[in-house]
């Protein structure tokens, strides 16, 4: 697979159908809450091209975000880390009371997750 993102539109979803098991275990599967079916094809283009990125928030406030690849380097990989960290920051309800972040963990795709300091992200992202 040589491609992060397919879009499609919505009558071509039946054809891709066909390659679903292939596709989707690879999360390349073309989803309407994603945005990645749509009739307005141009549109859902750009809007990747200027970095959309997708995540996943479970009820127990587990946010699991992308924030890069390994062919990004570390200065990127850092300036996407404190995007996100300043978004999520950004994000906190004023009725929220309490800590709002208590942990953050970073991994690979398929490796044992490693720890960070929470007031290292804050100081950092709140720079940003």
Do not use: C, W
Not at 31 to 55: C, F, H, M, R, S
């Amino acid at each position: 697979m040589g491609f992060d993102v397919l879009i499609a539109t919505p009558d071509m979803m039946v054809a891709l159908s066909k390659v679903a098991k292939v596709l989707g275990p690879r999360g390349l599967m073309p989803n309407p809450k994603l945005g990645t079916v749509t009739v307005d094809v141009a549109k859902a283009i750009n809007e990747q091209k200027k970095g959309k990125v997708e995540y996943r928030a479970e009820k127990a406030g587990i946010v699991h975000v992308k924030i890069g690849k390994k062919s990004f380097g570390a200065q990127k990989l850092k300036e996407n880390f404190m995007a996100v960290a300043s978004a999520v920051l950004r994000a906190k309800p004023p009725t929220s009371k309490g800590v709002y972040m208590r942990g953050i963990t970073i991994s690979a795709t398929m490796s044992p997750g490693v720890r960070m300091e929470v007031s290292d992200a804050i100081a950092g992202a709140s720079n940003n």
